[in-house]
């Protein structure tokens, strides 16, 4: 045993002696008349020993309660509770009567003229603090190298002929008479000749001598050589487990008292250091004589309902792994099942408004017949009659269409809602035919019919109830159904009505259906020029022109030049770059982020969440960023009018799917990407590169969806590659950029060719005109002309065209700049003050970390300025949206519930490994075991953390530039993980407990837990935001290691300081205190030793706990402000 370990527990051994000579409260002289009445008393002579020596244990701490909870607070909670446990033999005294009958004088002043005083105590406890050994002491009055006697051998006590004053810590009285072997019950230690009653939990018999080995066992002394008489006597220390283990009762055995020991019974355990025998759990193995239970079975099944201090378990056969079971298998179903009650009341609508339209039609039909039939009517009342005819048949014959009832008279229409498949039958053609007439019919009359009660778009019913919001009355999952399918068929019959969907016609239509008005947003934009932070490169340069609303403009160009750049710049998102010139938001200089709740970015990836179906993204972007005051019907329409316009109908309910999860097709996925802007009704809609893989017929339907939405007013710019000519008449106005952000045309697609024809440059035959246009501009086809014009002098021709300024250095060298352009940079070429090639390395530097610093600086500007709202719409507040991310949260979380199972699979098999071979020690009380735990739960759960926000940095992006809350998006996030920072530790412990069965209770333990796994959750919240996944998950592995290191090295100050603010440490220190707090009795010493070895206090329970949980929501806190601070947007 090393000596550093033998100081720290001499200290443990000083306390608890100098605690026991408390109850020496009087000087007890040995009187003649003692003596007298000891032989005369009989029993009454030791019953009163017993009862005198017990009095004084009584008042163990009056005397030293203050100094010992000072110096020994920390390994002692209740000192009256831990003493008592110790020292309270109340119960079962037999030990000091025995004692009192062995003795030579038989008297009570023989017992307590044996016991050690206060100084003697000082002398064992010193003894071992400057020596190596435990039984050798320090030399003192009566045990020295001029005098030593039988008494100071291990085993042994004399009795002394003075007066003897225990209380006194200076004197050591003369013990040197009646030297006989220490009474079992007591320990006698080596180089003092006064003994110590051994504490409850210990068996301290008398020693018996090994004639093999001369052995006085199980003390391990020897006798002393040529003392003859000598014999083995009793105890001779009691000191931490490792170097008095033979003083602890044994395990298998318990001891209700210091000289009894009882073999464990079957059906129970004895630990270590027992007093009474534990009843086995059910279903657990206890043979006889066995150390602890075998509850392996337990940890096959997991407890469901109380757990009491006995440790009764009730169990649910394996509740807890059926649920789990339930999560792996069902999960998709749970969800399944609400869509497909949707899909039935969506179903059920579409039915009632088909039915209500054909019963319109028939009983159209039916006045019609009868019309024909009132022959003998009078002539005023048939001349009423034609003109009334006429007047309703008209309009039938300015569109062509035949009466009533007729084939002729049913209008074509698109597939309608609720068909899930591509392929219809002619009858359901038909009914969706009359539907449209039928819809048509009631605009034309509407008081025709007194029994039809679609309500729908209805004007009377609007003029009747002015004041009653739209959709008040719309309750029911069906009547909003019904509302919106039956708003949307009367949208495509006027569609329909109004084929050539001019302007003109757009304004009728809008006033029949009394659309919402969206605020007109037109960007202005002059002499726009984007410069490169520190590189003097021009992503764009001299750009001027405007898009307006209603409008569907194209953005064209070759490779590299600055196309999405360019609608970059327009909205806003353009980062490390100097920004000249002047855009004009409505003709006014006004940010274009004060209206970015009515503006829709659609990136040019597909950033849609794959674990969720078509109609859920397109629903929580709908929730999230239309008004607050808009009713729920209305957003129903609103959703239910982009799918039937993107052709998502077929798969609305399907997932859009991942990489590694296949879901809808390419060209279905970009439509929904798009779909997530168009359901927030944006007055200004920016889509980079929507076409994208898309074949011709998906580009031309998304095309008819986004010009239908610039028919409403919505101002609508696009950047496309290389579009066939069909798609390229769709549009409106075209910017043609040449490279270097130059612009060479902007204007209307239908003169764009007039244009290039006036400087020379015509189409060939059979050739589509973007495709030309961009070759010529990348130099891949030279121009076929006559003027003599090149690709590189359409910029400056553009400017003059128009009279725009024109920099100098273009008009000087128009090849040279516009070469150097094109050849600079993948957007753009260098300004004539490029850096020079003769500058220093160090200047260089010191240039871009300049560079670096004002682009993070802009970033950071972006990020957090605050402007203005201009947009006219109220979205929903934080505590709202938090609803809809936790909705969202929660149905991701299910999706991919087998996932956590995995994760779940893996804690699993943790536990049984670490449960097995890595075992809780009574000499350590766990700290080792419990070592392994911190760094594999810490490890996995980290990992398992990092998905929470790893996965979905590019959405939270896109949705937090939009205006999404932040706030709400995180707390959704983390509350829905706390279901594994509940449910991890409780799977870990349903093995690693059973099968290790620590003394801690498994409460505690969960509790260390849970707090030890919110932390680490936080920590990973943080690596991954701020890493990439490869370093975050190196960084999680690393971490644990690290800081369970640093919290175990207490050698250097510095160290133990840094350790303080280790997770580690006080995860561990929790555990090994739940634990610690178990041993009472005969494990004081050691507690004491080993929780001042590790520097750990009995006291400090809560407040590791709570550290935990700080360290938990600090970096929460900080794993929060590093995704706003460091969003890209």
Not at 263 to 274: L, M
Not at 663 to 671: D, L
Not at 849 to 861: N, S
Not at 957 to 974: H, T
Request: hydrophobic share 35%.
């Amino acid at each position: 045993m090393s000596r550093e370990h033998l100081q720290i527990l001499s200290v443990r051994v000083f306390s608890l002696l100098v605690v026991s000579s408390s109850f020496l409260s009087s000087p007890l002289p040995r009187a003649a008349g003692q003596d007298s009445e000891g032989r005369d008393g009989g029993s009454r002579v030791y019953d009163l020993a017993t009862e005198l020596v017990l009095s004084r244990y009584s008042n163990l701490t009056h005397v030293f309660r203050d100094e010992l909870l000072k110096k020994f607070g920390f390994c002692i909670i209740d000192l009256d509770e831990d003493l008592n446990g110790a020292f309270n033999f109340s119960q079962d005294s037999s030990f000091i009567t025995n004692c009192a009958k062995k003795m030579a004088g038989g008297t009570i002043g023989e017992i307590l003229g044996r016991l050690c005083t206060a100084a003697e105590m000082q002398i064992y406890a010193g003894g071992i603090l400057q020596t190596k050994k435990t039984t050798y002491l320090k030399p003192n009055k009566n045990c020295n190298l001029s005098a030593w006697i039988s008494g100071c051998e291990p085993g042994w006590a004399c009795a002394s002929a003075e007066q003897v004053e225990l209380k006194n810590r200076t004197y050591v009285p003369a013990r040197t008479v009646e030297c006989q072997p220490c009474c079992e019950g007591f320990f006698c230690p080596r180089g003092l000749t006064c003994m110590l009653p051994c504490p409850k939990g210990a068996y301290c018999p008398l020693a018996k001598i090994n004639n093999g080995s001369g052995i006085c066992e199980p003390y391990s002394y020897h006798l002393p050589p040529g003392k003859q008489n000598h014999t083995c006597g009793g105890a001779a220390q009691w000191a931490d487990v490792v170097s008095s283990r033979e003083v602890f009762c044994t395990g298998g055995s318990y001891c209700p008292s210091t000289i009894r020991k009882i073999p464990c019974s079957s059906g129970h355990f004895c630990r270590q250091g027992s007093t009474t025998e534990e009843d086995c759990f059910r279903m657990a193995t206890c043979k006889s004589h066995s150390e602890n239970q075998n509850i392996t079975a337990y940890g096959i099944m997991i407890f469901v309902s109380g757990l009491t201090d006995s440790f009764k378990i009730k169990m649910a056969n394996a509740g807890l792994i059926f649920i789990f079971l339930i999560l792996y298998n069902f999960s998709d179903q749970v969800l399944a099942t609400r869509e497909k009650r949707q899909a039935k009341s969506r179903e059920r609508a579409v039915e009632s408004v088909r039915e209500n339209a054909q019963a319109r039609e028939k009983w159209k039909s039916a006045k019609d017949i009868a019309k024909k039939h009132a022959v003998g009517l009078s002539t005023q009342f048939s001349r009423t009659f034609s003109r009334r005819k006429s007047t309703k048949s008209d309009p039938l014959k300015g569109f062509g269409q035949a009466k009533p009832g007729s084939d002729a008279a049913l209008p074509s229409m698109p597939t309608g809602i609720g068909e899930q498949s591509a392929g219809t039958s002619k009858g359901k053609e038909k009914e969706k035919r009359n539907l449209t007439q039928m819809i048509n019919a009631i605009e034309e009359d509407p008081n025709s019919h007194e029994g039809f009660n679609l309500e729908i778009g209805d004007k009377n019913i609007k003029k009747e109830a002015p004041k009653a919001p739209k959709g008040k009355q719309l309750h029911t999952q069906s009547q909003i159904f019904k509302y919106a399918y039956g708003q949307i068929e009367k949208e495509k019959a006027l569609q329909e009505q109004n084929a050539n969907l001019t302007f003109s016609g757009v304004i009728q239509m809008a006033g029949d259906l009394e659309n919402r008005k969206r605020p007109p947003i037109e960007v202005v934009f002059k002499d726009l020029t984007l410069t490169l932070k520190g590189k003097n490169k021009h992503l764009l340069r001299c750009v001027t022109g405007k898009i307006s609303p209603g409008r569907v403009s194209a953005v064209m160009g070759p490779s590299g030049a600055g196309k999405t750049t360019f609608l970059s710049a327009l909205v806003g998102k353009v980062r490390g770059c100097t920004v000249s010139g002047m855009i004009l938001v409505n003709g006014k200089m006004e940010a274009i982020h004060c209206y970015k709740k009515i503006i829709g970015f659609v990136p040019q990836d597909d950033i849609v969440h794959g674990n969720l179906t078509v109609e859920e993204n397109l629903w929580f972007s709908a929730r999230c960023r239309l008004s607050a005051e808009l009713p729920k019907p209305e957003k129903v329409l609103v959703v239910e009018r982009v799918i039937e316009s993107l052709g998502l109908q077929a798969v609305r309910d399907s997932l859009v799917g991942t990489v590694e999860k296949r879901g809808i097709s390419g060209g279905q996925r970009k439509r929904v990407n798009v779909g997530l802007e168009m359901v927030m009704e944006p007055s200004l809609l920016i889509l980079d590169e929507p076409t994208s893989g898309l074949d011709s017929s998906s580009s031309i339907l998304l095309l008819k969806a986004l010009r239908r939405e610039a028919l409403e007013g919505v101002n609508i710019c696009m950047v496309v590659h290389q579009p066939s000519y069909t798609l390229f008449k769709m549009f409106d106005d075209l910017i043609l950029l040449a490279k270097g952000g130059l612009t060479v045309y902007h204007g209307p697609v239908k003169k764009i060719e007039e244009y290039f024809g006036s400087l020379g440059i015509t189409v060939p035959e059979r050739v589509n005109p973007p495709d030309y246009f961009i070759d010529i501009l990348e130099g891949i086809v030279k121009p076929n002309t006559t003027t003599g014009v090149t690709y590189k002098q359409l910029p400056v021709r553009w400017m003059l065209h128009n009279g725009y300024p024109v920099p100098m250095d273009m008009l000087q060298s128009v090849d040279g700049m516009v070469a150097s352009a094109g050849d600079n940079s993948a957007h753009g070429g260098s300004t004539p003050n490029a850096v020079s090639e003769g500058q220093s390395f160090a200047r260089d530097f010191w240039k871009d970390v300049k560079c670096h610093v004002e682009v993070k600086k802009d970033a950071l500007k972006h990020n957090f300025i605050t402007l203005n709202d201009l947009s006219e719409r109220t979205n929903p507040g934080v505590f709202q949206q938090y609803k809809y991310f936790l909705g969202r949260a929660c149905k991701q979380w299910l999706r991919e519930a087998r996932t956590q199972a995995v994760d779940f699979l893996i804690l699993l098999l943790a536990g049984i490994c670490l449960g097995t071979i890595a075992k809780v020690r009574d000499e350590t009380f766990g700290a080792l075991g419990y070592t392994y735990t911190v760094i594999s739960v810490s490890l996995l759960c980290k990992i398992a953390a990092l998905r929470t926000f790893g996965l979905d940095k590019l959405h939270y992006w896109r949705e937090s530039s939009s205006g999404m809350s932040s706030l709400a998006y995180f707390l959704s996030k983390d509350t829905v993980d706390h279901f594994n920072t509940i449910m991890k530790p409780l799977v870990y412990l349903s093995m690693f407990y059973f099968f290790n069965n620590p003394r801690s209770s498994i409460i505690d333990n969960y509790i260390v837990l849970i707090c030890l796994v919110y932390c680490v959750t936080g920590i990973a919240y943080a690596l991954s935001i701020y890493l990439e996944p490869g370093p975050a998950q190196l960084w999680s592995v690393l971490l644990p290691v690290i800081l369970t290191l640093v919290a175990n090295y207490n050698e250097n100050k510095l160290v133990s300081r840094i350790a303080n603010l280790c997770y580690t440490k006080w995860a561990l220190e929790a555990f090994v205190i739940s634990n610690a707090k178990r041993y009472s009795g005969v494990w004081l010493i050691t507690r004491c030793g080993s929780l001042m070895k590790n520097g750990y206090d009995l006291n400090h329970w809560n407040r590791s706990l709570i550290f935990l949980i700080i360290t938990g929501i600090v970096t929460r806190g900080i794993a929060f402000f590093l995704m706003v601070l460091l969003q890209k947007k």
